[in-house]
C-alpha cells in the first residue's frame, strides 16, 4: 500500500494517535482551524500550532437529512467542546436519530478512509464517535 494521507491539514496521522492541531493566537489564545494571517477576535499575526484534545463533548448538533447528490443522508453534523476548542465534525457509529444522540454526550475522535487513488494512497478523515 502506498501509504496514507489526512484529509485536511490539521488533521495529524503520523505522529503517534491521530489528532488534530489548530492555529493559536500567541496574544490572545483564540484557535483556528487551517491557515490564519490575523486573528479574527484580536488581529494579531503570530500563530503557535497546538494539540487539540481527543476527546470532548457534543455541544450541538443536527441531523442532516437533505444533501447534495451522492451524499448518503442522514448523518450527524456536530459542534464539539475539546477541552475548549470548538470542533466542527460529523458524528458516525451512532444511530442518526435523537433518542441516540444528546447536548452532552462524550464522545472521542475517530479516523475513517474516504478514498484511494489510482497509486493505493489511502485519504483519511476524521470523525467523532460516541466515547463509551
Not at 455541544?59 to 451522492?70: D, K, S
Not at 467542546?81 to 442518526?96: I, K, W
Request: hydrophobic share 40%; proline share 8%.
Amino acid at each position: 500500500m502506498a501509504g496514507k494521507i489526512p484529509f485536511v491539514d490539521y488533521l495529524v496521522l503520523d505522529d503517534g494517535e491521530p489528532h488534530l492541531v489548530a492555529q493559536e493566537c500567541a496574544n490572545c489564545g483564540a484557535r483556528f482551524f487551517d491557515r490564519r494571517n490575523a486573528c479574527a477576535g484580536c488581529f494579531a499575526t503570530e500563530f503557535t500550532t497546538v494539540p487539540v484534545a481527543t476527546e470532548g463533548t457534543v455541544r450541538a448538533f443536527t441531523i442532516v437529512t437533505f444533501a447534495a447528490p451522492g451524499i448518503p443522508t442522514p448523518f450527524v453534523a456536530s459542534v464539539v467542546d475539546c477541552d475548549g476548542t470548538q470542533v466542527r465534525a460529523n458524528l458516525v457509529n451512532v444511530e442518526p436519530d435523537p433518542d441516540h444522540i444528546r447536548d452532552g454526550m462524550k464522545v472521542r475522535l475517530t479516523t475513517y478512509p474516504v478514498g484511494t487513488d489510482s497509486e493505493g494512497t489511502e485519504a483519511i478523515n476524521f470523525a467523532f464517535e460516541p466515547a463509551n
